[in-house]
């Protein structure tokens, strides 16, 4: 809808946005309505439409703000000599921008997952900008590899800080987020493959084994239509089975979709192990890591979805994915990494870059086709070992 054209339609819509970034960050976006945001907002429900045409659009605009908000603020910071001080600034505006806009950063996260539009219209506007700060160091396409891999890395840093443990994000994470874009993940070349690896591809059931076919036809169903619009019958039937079959194997959806994300879970850890038999070093085992992460985000095009509504249907689920991943990741590093294998000594936080990073360059190049021109070694390359 066009914007208000007097003074005090403008503070009305602004209000109603602020409401409703309130109401989706207690009670979530799907479960929200317009009689939620208005109540919040001291407003009769049929003024809202006055304003907006629905609650998507609403949402969109939250989402507009805290990007515009974040570009504005990335886009007004004086230019650094180097491109560790030029990606410690992005860090550091990054996470002011996602602390004072919280609940519209966690409205985003929740709409982003099952809206790709609105996705693309978040992160390709602010890592255009946060690309043409890099591309003063790193010119032509790796400026753009660079800023979706610290895109990546300020997401999960403020998801886990902000979001998850309810607090601030701790300075040495804007210093370490500065360091791996500039320096690189590790100090070491970058191991390259010739041909390009291939890994095992995702297991079908074995036809008598209905309980397989159906967490197969659940994830793709949850995917496709989200957690709550997914329907039991609908599973059902994916799979070929009549509708109680379902109770079966599940007691409710709810149980459903938690088997969904650890049997997701679990094919990523497997995947990652049997991708890095035989590496040299621990620097090998992480490149190679991300390739097993491409090839499961191929085989499990809906999982980004269907991980960010399990989480908003119920947050222990995020713990048991994302957790459970970060803490035998961290743990790990802990064990194998020698001294001078990468560019921070902090376990926690290199996993969660690590981590981030390949959430945000998966969903780039994989779902969205994106880094034209560079092959799959020279996208990690450029990430390893930094900005030169």
């Known amino acids: 809808m066009s914007a208000p054209a007097t003074p005090k ?11 409703s970034g309130a109401v989706f960050a207690r009670k ?23 304003y907006f045409a629905s609650k998507e659009e609403i949402v969109t605009a939250l989402t507009r703000e805290l990007r515009d908000d974040m570009i504005r603020a990335v886009s007004e910071l004086p230019q650094q000599k180097t491109a560790q001080a ?13 602390g004072r806009r919280i609940d519209a950063f966690k409205a985003m996260r929740e709409a982003e997952a099952a809206n790709e539009a609105l996705a693309r219209d978040f992160y390709g506007p602010l890592t ?11 010119p032509g396409p790796a400026a753009s590899a660079h800023a979706w891999a610290l895109l990546g890395t300020l997401y999960f840093f403020a998801v886990k800080f902000m979001v998850w443990d309810k607090g601030a994000v701790p300075a040495d994470a804007a210093e370490a987020s500065a360091v791996l874009c ?28 209905t309980g397989a076919i159906m967490l197969v036809a659940a ?21 070929g089975f009549a509708a109680g079959t379902f109770y079966l194997f599940f007691g409710s959806k709810k ?4 088997k969904v994300v650890l049997r997701m879970r679990d094919c990523l850890v497997k995947k990652a192990a049997t991708y890095s038999v035989g590496s040299g070093s621990r620097v090998e085992t992480e490149a ?70 390949g959430h945000m360059l998966g969903m780039k190049r994989v779902l969205w086709g994106g880094f034209h021109g560079m092959s799959e070694n020279e996208l990690l390359k450029a990430v390893f070992e930094g900005i030169k």
């Open 288 to 357: 190679l890591a991300f390739r097993a992460l491409f090839d499961f985000i191929r085989e499990h095009p809906y999982g980004y979805r269907i991980m960010r509504e399990a989480e908003f249907a119920d947050p222990a689920l995020a713990d048991a994915y994302y957790g459970y991943i970060l803490r035998n990741y961290a743990e790990q590093l802990r064990k194998a990494a020698r001294p001078g294998d990468f560019n921070t000594d902090d376990n926690e936080l290199l996993a969660l870059a690590l981590m981030g990073m």
């Open 9 to 19: 339609g403008l503070r009305t819509r602004e209000r109603l946005i602020e409401a």
């Open 182 to 209: 500039a320096s690189g993940i590790s100090r070491k070349s970058f191991p390259w493959w010739e041909p390009a690896l291939s890994g095992p591809s995702q297991a079908r059931p074995a036809p008598g084994d």
């Open 86 to 98: 030029e990606a410690l600034g992005v860090a550091r505006a990054f996470f002011d921008c996602a």
């Open 128 to 138: 255009e900008v946060i690309a043409g700060r890099l591309g003063r160091f790193s």
């Open 28 to 50: 979530g976006c799907a479960a929200s309505g317009v009689a939620d945001i208005c109540a919040a907002a001291g407003l009769a429900v049929g003024g809202f439409y006055r």
């Open 219 to 239: 994830e793709e169903v949850f995917g496709r239509c989200g957690y709550n619009g997914a329907r039991v019958s609908e599973i059902a039937k994916k799979a």
């Open 255 to 258: 149980e459903a979709l938690e």
